[in-house]
């Protein structure tokens, strides 16, 4: 093999990570959004069996039961919980399935769970990811006009990993997003 053949080889290897980290970061759409979020829940329960908002968050089994999408397009950086203006376009996304879901639902309810990776103490990536949610909030009611009262956050910090892993892991810091109207009283 000449060193031509090699170098276009090894250049094809260390390009293809690349590639397929852009587009798993791809930013769904509203109509992706809309439907994850307007299925039927995993598991129904009965009107007398819906729990408070503080036990939603507290219990697994039903935040696993409810409609949800990862969203891991919104670039949060190492650290942060700020999202950038550049970002607005993907959160826009976000805003217009909410406003679909809310004219077929009345009283849709969203619960906006913030995730970091596994980098730094346990105490502060469980600020961090209250952070992450409140921060989603807070630019989808200013800048999008959606409801607050539709709009419930938690952080569940290093808690629920998708990469298990110590290191830094973009796909850890994101946020899920779960209808919980048919949980909730």
Do not use: C
């Not at 990570?17 to 809309?34: E, V």
């Not at 968050?57 to 999202?83: H, K, M, V, W, Y």
């Not at 996304?93 to 309810?109: D, G, V, W």
Request: aromatic share 8%.
């Amino acid at each position: 093999m000449d060193r031509r053949h090699f170098l276009t080889g090894f250049a094809v290897f260390l390009a293809t990570p690349g590639l397929a980290l852009a587009q798993s970061r791809t930013a769904p759409t509203s109509d992706q959004i809309l439907r994850k979020l307007d299925a039927a829940p995993r598991r129904r329960i009965r009107p007398e069996e819906r729990v408070t908002i503080q036990e939603f968050r507290r219990r697994p089994d039903l935040r696993r039961a409810a409609p949800s999408i990862d969203i891991q397009a919104i670039n949060f950086e190492f650290g942060s919980a700020e999202i950038p203006r550049s970002e607005y376009r993907k959160v826009r996304e976000i805003a217009r399935a909410f406003e679909q879901i809310s004219r077929r639902r009345r009283n849709a309810r969203f619960l906006i769970e913030g995730h970091t990776d596994a980098v730094g103490s346990r105490e502060s990536n469980q600020i961090l990811s209250e952070r992450r949610a409140a921060s989603l909030k807070r630019v989808l009611v200013t800048e999008f006009g959606i409801s607050p009262r539709m709009l419930e956050t938690v952080g569940y910090g290093e808690d629920f990993l998708l990469i298990d892993t110590p290191e830094e892991n973009w796909q850890n810091r994101r946020v899920t997003i779960r209808r919980v109207d048919e949980f909730v009283r």
